[in-house]
């Protein structure tokens, strides 16, 4: 019997340590193809192959270390660590070059119409010359691990394109390599927005063409969380509604406190059936790339910067926990233990919390006597 916890249905995300991000920031395929693997006796040539693979743009090498990252087999994650190194070694070497990378958060209720925006913003990202990579998720689903599967059928015409990847990423993430600008779309709700902004330089809420007793249900953290507000499908009957909502949503931004002190949250209307506003959307993401990135070079550490080392640090810890977790469930004597404990606190014999400390000090005594 697995151990029950609410950490144990946590919500699975690409992490911001994990090639999900990684690659989709890093190996900007044009500019690394000259970049061969690192020389590391301890790490297998298949994993250095595989490596140099990825970094020439092969999609076939990039289906296969998916399938790496995504594995539960020891085995595998052991290669994914490694091809994981062979990342952060060369990004470590190419800091400068990995700067024009920018990582975009896509969130909003269903049915706001995020997968058409990102079908209509993916084309008009194409036809600037960006490559573009989307990752569909649902951090709120611990059961299917968060597949979209229905994303890539919506996303017909972007998902043909040579230059655009997308992907929907169920368990533990997913990789994109060669990609200048990536996608991060969830459908979930609450804490779901939470994270992917965690993991995201910029944030970007979707939201319908209503406002009233809409825009007062509408959590206030989440538009708090918010770069950039996007009312969609601002087109036909829906043009005055959507022009009154976006007042709204402005007049409510100017009393909330923004994620940052050099950024003031902005509120666009778009129509993605149209494909109208997209210049204004990308001119709002891009401005806010470079005051992110312009302040790099007045200060010892940019604000972008910063942001993705509090980012990997919070999820070094979140991915702690994971592990440690996993250890407990896979432990015969630790688990052995508590089931007898869930009788006990069933019965009302003991309370949660000292069945939690029986646990772990089962756990870490025995960790110590296997160490000694």
């Known amino acids: 019997m697995a151990l029950t916890s609410p950490v144990r249905a946590r919500p699975r995300l690409p992490r911001q340590d994990h090639p999900s991000l990684q690659l989709c920031t890093g190996l900007r395929s044009a500019r690394w193809r000259r970049y061969a693997a690192p020389s590391h006796p301890d790490i297998p040539a298949d994993i250095r192959e595989l490596y140099n693979a990825l970094v020439k743009g092969d999609r076939y090498a990039l289906a296969r270390s998916i399938t790496l990252v995504e594995s539960y087999r020891q085995d595998h994650r052991q290669k994914a660590h490694q091809l994981l190194s062979l990342i952060l070694e060369s990004q470590k070497r190419h800091l400068v070059e990995l700067k024009s990378t920018f990582r975009i958060g896509l969130s909003g209720s269903p049915?706001?119409?995020?997968?058409?925006?990102?079908?209509?913003?993916?084309?008009?990202?194409?036809?600037?010359?960006?490559?573009?990579?989307?990752?569909?998720?649902?951090?709120?689903s611990t059961r299917t691990g968060g597949s979209i599967l229905g994303d890539k059928t919506r996303m017909t015409e972007l998902s043909r394109q040579d230059n655009a990847y997308v992907r929907p990423s169920p368990s533990r993430g997913t990789l994109a390599g060669g990609y200048d600008i990536t996608l991060v779309e969830t459908v979930g709700v609450g804490q779901s927005e939470t994270m992917v902004a965690e993991m995201v330089d910029m944030f970007v809420l979707l939201v319908p063409p209503a406002g009233g007793d809409e825009l007062q249900g509408l959590k206030k953290g989440i538009v708090e969380l918010s770069d950039l507000v996007l009312v969609n499908k601002a087109d036909g009957v829906l043009a005055?509604?959507?022009?009154?909502?976006?007042?709204?949503?402005?007049?409510?931004?100017?009393?909330?406190?923004?994620?940052?002190?050099?950024?003031?949250?902005?509120?666009?209307?778009?129509?993605?059936v149209e494909q109208s506003g997209m210049d204004k959307a990308w001119e709002a993401m891009s401005g806010y790339q470079n005051v992110m990135m312009v302040s790099y070079w007045f200060c010892n550490a940019g604000l972008l910067d910063e942001k993705r080392g509090d980012q990997r640090r919070l999820w070094m810890w979140r991915q702690i926990t994971a592990e440690?977790?996993?250890?407990?469930?896979?432990?015969?004597?630790?688990?052995?233990?508590?089931?007898q404990l869930e009788r006990r606190v069933f019965d009302g014999e003991m309370t949660s919390g000292q069945a939690a400390d029986c646990v772990v000090d089962e756990f870490l005594s025995k960790c110590q006597g296997t160490n000694g």
Request: proline share 5%.
């Open 111 to 140: 049915g706001v119409g995020k997968s058409t925006f990102i079908e209509a913003f993916g084309m008009f990202l194409l036809q600037k010359g960006h490559k573009v990579a989307v990752l569909a998720v649902d951090p709120s």
């Open 240 to 272: 005055d509604a959507a022009r009154a909502a976006a007042m709204e949503y402005m007049s409510a931004l100017k009393f909330l406190q923004p994620s940052n002190a050099v950024w003031r949250p902005k509120v666009l209307r778009i129509s993605s």
């Open 324 to 339: 440690l977790l996993d250890r407990l469930n896979r432990d015969p004597v630790v688990r052995d233990t508590a089931e």
